[in-house]
Structure formats: C-alpha cells, structure tokens
C-alpha cells in the first residue's frame, strides 16, 4: 500500500542546510513530503517513492526551499519609541552617554512599565509581521525593560501571547539583568538580590521563560553579578544566554562558556581565549550587525578567530528600540556579509541551522531533515545568494510553519 502524506512539496531546490553536507546541503531536484506537521521525507525527488500519495502536492516550479528562518535574539516586545535618542546619537552623543543621562533602556522601562498586556501585544504585532513576512518561522524574544517582578512577567506573558496570534514558534528569554533601574538607586547587589531571590523564581514557576539572559557590561553588570544570575538559572532548571563583550572586553565570552550557555551574544571585543572557550563549550556565537550599524561601532566581532576556532556563528535582528530597531532578517543577513565579511553559507545558516542551535532547538528545526518540523520559506530566486545580496527586495513565494 503507497504511503500517504499530508503534503509533497516537488519539482523544489533545496538548501537543506544539514550539517553533514557541504555549503548549503543544495540538491537541485528535491522533494519535501510532511505529515502531521514534520517532516517524513526531504531529499531527491528521483529516490522518493513515486506511489506515494498526499492529500495536497505543490508544484514549487523549480523554487528555491530553506528552512523557515529563525530570529534567534530580538526585544520585540516594548512600550514607547526612543526616535529622540537616535537624532541625540546623530548629534554625536554615545550609546553611553545616553545611558548614563537616564535614557535607553531605562526609559523603555518607563513606556513599558505603562502599558498593558494587550497594549504590549498590540504594539509588537507589526514588528512579528514584518519578521514573518520575510519567512521567520521561530522567534526568542526577551523581557528586560520591566526590571521588576509584575512588567517583567508581562512582558513574558506578552511574548507567549503572540505565539497564539500568529503561527510561529515563539522562545522567551527572561532578561531581568538587563539594566538597573531607577528605584535602585545605583545599588546593582541590591538589584541582583531582587532578580535571584523574586523575579527569577516567579518567572520559573509560571513557566514564561526558556532561558535566562544578562547584559555583562560596564554600563550594566559585572561577572560576578552575571554568575550569580546563572547560578540561581541553573538552580531552576533554565540554560542561559549572555549580552557579551558588544561594548569592551570583560571576559563575558568565557564566562558564557563556563555556564555552558546556549549562545554569546553581540561579542564585537571578544577575543581569542574567549573564541577558544565558546567552542569547547558549544556555545553559539550571534552576531548582532543591526546594532553595530545603528549605534556606529567600528570595532568589530572576530569572526575569523571563530572561524578557527570552529564556533558556531548565528545572526539575528536584535530588534529593539533603542540600538537596532531592526525588523529585517534579509537585512540582517547583507549586514553580516557587507560588515562582518561572513559567507553567504554563512549568513543562511546563521539565519537557520545555527540560529536553531542558539536556541536549543535544533533536534526540531532549523535544516531540512525527516523528523523535525516542517518549517519552510519556499524563494522565488535563482540561487540561495540573493537571499544575501539584494537589500529591500522580499522574494519570499510563501512560508510554511508545522506543514501548513
């Protein structure tokens, strides 16, 4: 008896972006079959059963099929705009200078800490849309403009929230570490008591996070408060990410390898000893281009020392509102080859396989394999480099989440 399928994708080229292939794993003539929302066959159309039946078949006309793109660090969800910083830093004032006058991310926190769950909602729905009309499949979205128990939560909750209102896979990060707040009046230990002993334990026990987040920086939190962060994480179950090195050198890539972190992030002053220990640990390097454009950085991430050292690259939007209001993963994907000089295998694999890797969702999504989901965005393109190359042109045909 033929095997039935719930869909068959053929007459496809496939970058299934499996790790035991060379480049972007490409077969020219592929066929994708899917049933109950996985993938139960990815390969050559000429070794895929021709008896095979399905109750749809899509004829992708010689369309190009990835993975469905993954947006593996963004802060989606936000109150408020900060458009005034942004003529402030074309003035001439710093990321820093700004930060220490009351602005950035605090005074995000003071437009969140006002806003309402649906208000919230409401106001990152456009911002996903612009991620899924592009192909994103899986997004993380973190908290850190709450910087107490009750916004924090919500804004968590909010972010869970938009998983039900469009389809796609949603990853939360709770980001308490990501700034100290007006009320603690310049008491960082005091503020990092309050993240371990409340805000992290309640967050854990409602289940509103995957992982959990710090920003490691001067202008932020040091070492030792970014571990005993990690430790309470690790006290509840929860793997960890890190906000490391994007501003100076404080040893945050080591010290993300050290926890075993799902990823270091950012990363523009990390040097060789940090490269070294992220790829013994597996973490996952994501590189930020957004961010390095917008605020004018000049210093930028080594990629070639993770080249060496084989550590796994990722790109992501990083979308915020006040040092990457990004919501182009295309995008993203050019500022990575024209700013950080990566590949194009590179930048589709850090937009896919390895942005999957970040997350620590890989064993589901992120290549075109049998088993994992059938995530796909099905290109009207030539060849997978366009996807790299062009800026402001979406040649995205249509995007598949859980095979529909």
């Known amino acids: 008896m033929a095997e039935r399928f719930d869909r068959i994708w053929h007459n496809a080229r496939l970058a299934t972006m499996r790790g035991d292939r ?24 000429s070794d895929f059963p021709g008896d095979a039946d399905a109750t749809e ?36 004032a710093s990321y820093e200078e ?9 005074s995000t926190v003071a437009a ?9 909602v409401a106001g990152a729905l456009p911002r996903l849309d612009a991620l899924i009309g592009e192909g994103v499949t899986t997004v993380e979205i973190k908290s850190g403009y709450g910087l107490n128990t ?13 998983g039900t209102k469009r389809p796609l896979a949603i990853r939360t990060s709770f980001l308490g570490a990501h700034a100290l707040p007006p009320e603690a ?33 001067g202008i932020a939190f040091s070492a030792e408060q970014t571990a005993r962060i990690f430790r309470a994480a690790r006290a509840v179950g929860l793997r960890v990410k890190l906000h ?59 990629v070639e020392q993770f080249r060496s050292h084989g550590v796994r690259m990722a790109l992501a939007t ?52 049998a088993g994992k989901w059938c995530d796909l965005a099905i290109w009207d393109i030539d060849r997978p480099a366009e996807l790299v190359y062009r800026i402001g042109f979406n040649p995205l045909h249509s995007r598949v989440w859980r095979g529909r």
């Not at 972007?24 to 159309?45: N, P």
């Not at 060789?272 to 950085?297: C, D, S």
């Not at 700013?339 to 589901?364: H, K, N, P, S, Y």
Request: negative net charge; aromatic residues 4%.
């Open 22 to 45: 060379p480049d972007l794993g490409e077969l020219e003539r592929g066929l994708i079959a899917a049933r109950d929302g996985r993938i139960v066959y990815a390969g050559a159309q």
């Open 57 to 92: 078949r899509i004829d992708c006309e010689g369309r190009w099929i990835t993975p469905g793109l993954v947006d593996c660090h963004t802060h989606l969800v936000y109150g408020g705009n900060r458009a005034h910083e942004f003529e402030l830093r074309l003035k001439g």
């Open 98 to 106: 700004i930060a220490r006058a009351g602005g950035g991310i605090v």
């Open 112 to 120: 969140t800490r006002k806003a309402t769950e649906p208000e919230l």
């Open 150 to 162: 009750e916004t924090e939560m919500r804004q968590l909750s909010a972010a869970r929230h938009l």
């Open 185 to 217: 009046d310049g008491d960082k230990d005091r503020y990092i008591d309050l993240v371990c002993n409340e805000m992290l334990p309640a967050v854990a026990q409602a289940g509103l996070a995957d992982a959990v987040d710090a920003f490691m920086e």
């Open 244 to 302: 490391a090195d994007q501003l100076s050198n404080l040893g945050g890539a080591a010290l993300a390898a050290d926890f075993s972190a799902l990823s270091a992030d950012h990363l523009e002053h990390s040097d060789g000893a940090g490269a070294a220990a992220m790829a013994k640990a597996g973490t996952v390097a994501v590189l930020l281009p957004g961010a390095f454009y917008f605020i004018r950085e000049t210093q930028k991430p080594p």
């Open 318 to 369: 990083d979308c915020n509102p006040g040092s990457s209001p990004l919501t182009s993963l295309l995008l993203a994907m050019n500022m990575g080859a024209t700013l950080f000089r990566m590949t194009v295998t590179e930048c589709i694999a850090g937009t896919t396989r390895e942005g999957a890797r970040a997350l620590g969702l890989l064993d589901d999504t992120g290549t075109l394999e």
